[in-house]
């Protein structure tokens, strides 16, 4: 089992930035890679970026490129989000994951999901 919970959400303007944080507790932490996703207000979730369990490789959505980074700590067992020039069409709710598989896009390949954290950005 492993155990995650996101935090760093909260109320920002547009153009302003968040830096979300997943702490991973249980099975060793360096063995998943991690992902990010989203689920705004009627809408479908969503993926939004992902790290390989070493860091070398990242994906991420189109729309958030060039402006989110997701990088890890294996130290701290923790993974961050950090989200710069946010819109307000970056409103949603925001879940952590970890996937034993291989790097993935796609929920269904993730193991565990984090509770999620509120991001809204005001225009």
């Known amino acids: 089992q492993v155990q995650l919970v996101e935090s760093g959400g909260g109320l920002v303007q547009a153009g302003g930035s968040l830096r979300l944080s997943c702490a991973a507790a249980?099975?060793?932490?360096?063995?998943?890679?991690m992902g990010w996703f989203r689920q705004a207000p009627g809408k479908e979730r969503e993926f939004v970026a992902a790290?390989?369990?070493?860091?070398?490789?990242?994906y991420y959505k189109d729309s958030v490129k060039g402006r989110f980074t997701i990088s890890r700590d294996s130290a701290k067992n923790t993974v961050h989000l950090q989200m710069n020039s946010l819109k307000p069409e970056d409103t949603a709710v925001y879940y952590c994951?970890?996937?034993?598989?291989?790097?993935?896009?796609?929920?269904?390949?993730?193991?565990?999901w984090g509770q999620g954290t509120q991001v809204t950005v005001s225009s």
């Open positions: 994951a970890a996937d034993a598989g291989s790097l993935s896009t796609k929920q269904i390949a993730y193991d565990y």
């Open positions: 790290i390989s369990w070493s860091g070398s490789t990242t």
């Open positions: 249980g099975r060793t932490f360096s063995a998943f890679a």
